[in-house]
Structure formats: C-alpha cells, structure tokens
C-alpha cells in the first residue's frame, strides 16, 4: 500500500469533513473546525441530514453521517443527540425503520424506497449498527427492539432477506443483544463467511464489511478478517484511492473508508 498517495488523493479531491475524518483516522487530529461547521450547516432543523441543501431529511443519509462523527470522534453533543433523535423518530412500533415518505416522489434508488421490505431490513440493520456504536441502542430485549424485528426477517441460511449488507450490520446488533456467545450471533457470522465473495465485492463493500466485523469486536486473527484485510489492502488503485459501488464520484468516501478499517486493523 502507498499510504502517501491515498493522503494526497483525499487532500486534493475530497471536502472538509473527508479531509478531517482522514486525519481523525491516521493521526487522531482532533475535531476538525472546519469539518464541524460544515456539518452544523448540512443539519436540518429536525435533526436529519439530506443528501442536497435545503433538502429534506433522509434516515439513510443521517446514519451515514453518524458514520462520519464517529471517524471524527464526534460522540456527543448537539450535532450527534440531534441526528439520533431524528433516527428514534422514524422508528417504527416494530422496532424497524423505513425511509421517510417523501423520498417516493424523489425516484430514490430501490434501496431507499420506503414501504419495501428489503429497504426496511437494510435500514434496521445498519441504523441498530450504528446507534449501537454510540451505546444508544434500547435495552436488550425490550419490546419493539431493532433485534426482534430483524430476527423475523432471518432466513434459515441465518442471512437477513434482501441486500447482504444487511446481515453484515446485523452482526454488530447481535454482538451486543443477544450477544456473542448466542446462536443468532454464531449463525450469521457463519453464513457471512459462506457468502464472502470478493470478487464479487468494490472496495468499498470490503470496507463497509470490515467496519461490521470490527464493530462486532472480531480480531484481526479471525480468518474472515484477514482475508478481508489482505484483499481490500490488494485493491488501492495506482492513483491511492480505493473503488465504490457508486462510481468514481464516491471513490474519495470509499478511499476514507478504507483507510478506517486498515487503521482500525493496525495495517497502516
């Protein structure tokens, strides 16, 4: 790996917050400044983020951001209480969540269009993952809990139905409830080994593994893990940025992305 030229990729090419998550990431800079105010200005007043200024607020983009405060080691405060307060809104009775309806007159893509089953299961799983992350996931076992909704939706594979993103999120759930010595814990990191593909993976889909794993407190000894690290570690393009699932307009977030896990797995 060329550590030097993915630095220079993200400097050259990426905004405020990718520049400052990265520095969070490789040398624990503290808050960046400027990647605060730009947040403070992407908030919507109900808490929420949208993808397009003066847009409406998305549960799928405002989880993405929490992403983004976790890299810049933003755990608390206004701009986190806010963004999660927004996400418990739009929880749903079942413990789920879905988009928020006005996304269907937005021609979102289908991972994002409310009422589908596959966009709930998908958005359960990863706002559990990473509301988990801020210890602000309910108590375990209580009555409408994220885990009681995604254990319904489990195939007998141990996979989550619809996207195989979601059962990777859903790992980082049930290391915490019903834990990692459970069966529900035990049987989905199985059949995420079965399924791992890589040459069927971006590098941002390794990355976005590799946070799942690692935020389930797997070490970097477990096999999936290594394997994972040494495959994502073999896909740094030439230029030191690293692919997306979402083409090279996103290559600068999967570059940040990547750099994340390798720091989190001590490879850089």
Request: aromatic fraction near 10%; charged fraction near 25%.
């Amino acid at each position: 790996m060329n550590i030097e030229k993915a630095v220079a990729f993200v400097t050259a090419r990426g905004d405020p917050i990718q520049i400052g998550r990265m520095s969070s990431i490789l040398w624990g800079q503290k808050q960046s400044s400027s990647a605060t105010k730009r947040l403070y200005g992407m908030q919507n007043e109900d808490g929420g983020f949208s993808t397009e200024k003066g847009g409406f607020s998305t549960v799928c983009f405002t989880v993405n951001v929490l992403s983004w405060l976790d890299d810049l080691r933003i755990r608390e405060g206004t701009l986190v209480d806010s963004a999660i307060r927004f996400l418990k809104m739009h929880q749903k009775a079942d413990g789920g969540w879905d988009e928020v309806e006005a996304l269907k007159t937005a021609n979102p893509p289908l991972y994002m269009m409310p009422g589908e089953i596959r966009t709930r299961i998908w958005l359960t799983a990863c706002c559990a993952h990473w509301l988990t992350r801020f210890g602000r996931i309910e108590p375990s076992g209580s009555k409408g809990s994220p885990a009681s909704f995604l254990l319904k939706q489990r195939e007998r594979t141990g996979l989550l139905k619809g996207y195989l993103r979601a059962t990777w999120d859903s790992l980082v759930l049930f290391s915490y409830y019903p834990g990692p010595d459970s069966d529900e814990f035990k049987e989905t990191l199985r059949a995420i080994e079965s399924t791992y593909k890589p040459s069927e993976l971006e590098a941002s889909n390794l990355a976005w593994l590799l946070t799942c794993l690692r935020h389930s407190e797997l070490p970097s000894s477990h096999q999936l893990v290594g394997q994972a690290i040494n495959e994502l570690a073999r896909r740094q393009r030439a230029d030191g940025s690293w692919s997306s699932e979402d083409g090279d307009k996103f290559a600068v977030n999967a570059t940040v992305d990547a750099l994340r896990v390798l720091r989190y797995y001590d490879r850089l």
